[in-house]
């Protein structure tokens, strides 16, 4: 059985850091893109960023480009999202995602296994 579990999401100030985790299990990963969604209240959930795991290529949307960081630890089969220079747009519930695709995609449909979600809170 997958699980993804988010952790690390909280309330900052703009201009502040959070990491986000999520502790994947249930199966090999190797071969999955695993990527993070966010979802603010009345909008559509949208992406943020992947990797593929066997690869380590990244894809970030270019709202985050240059201010957020997805990574793994393969010991741990943990998923990261480092995020810094948080603006309050950053706002939203936060959602891992796990697809079986040799590529990265972007649609959240596209994606097989989901986390519950980590709020993150960011103040102006």
């Known amino acids: 059985q997958v699980q993804l579990v988010e952790s690390g999401g909280g309330l900052v100030q703009a201009g502040g850091s959070l990491r986000l985790s999520c502790a994947a299990s249930g199966r090999t990963f190797t071969n999955y893109v695993m990527g993070w969604f966010r979802q603010a209240p009345g909008k559509e959930r949208e992406f943020v960023a992947a990797f593929r795991w066997s690869s380590g290529i990244t894809y970030y949307a270019d709202s985050v480009k240059g201010r957020f960081t997805i990574s793994r630890d393969n010991a741990k089969n943990t998923v990261y999202l480092q995020m810094n220079s948080l603006k309050p747009e950053d706002t939203a519930v936060y959602y891992c995602?796990?697809?079986?695709?040799?590529?990265?995609?972007?649609?959240?449909?596209?994606?097989?296994?989901w986390g519950q979600g980590t709020q993150v809170t960011v103040s102006s």
């Open positions: 995602a796990a697809d079986r695709s040799i590529v990265i995609v972007t649609t959240s449909r596209s994606y097989d296994y």
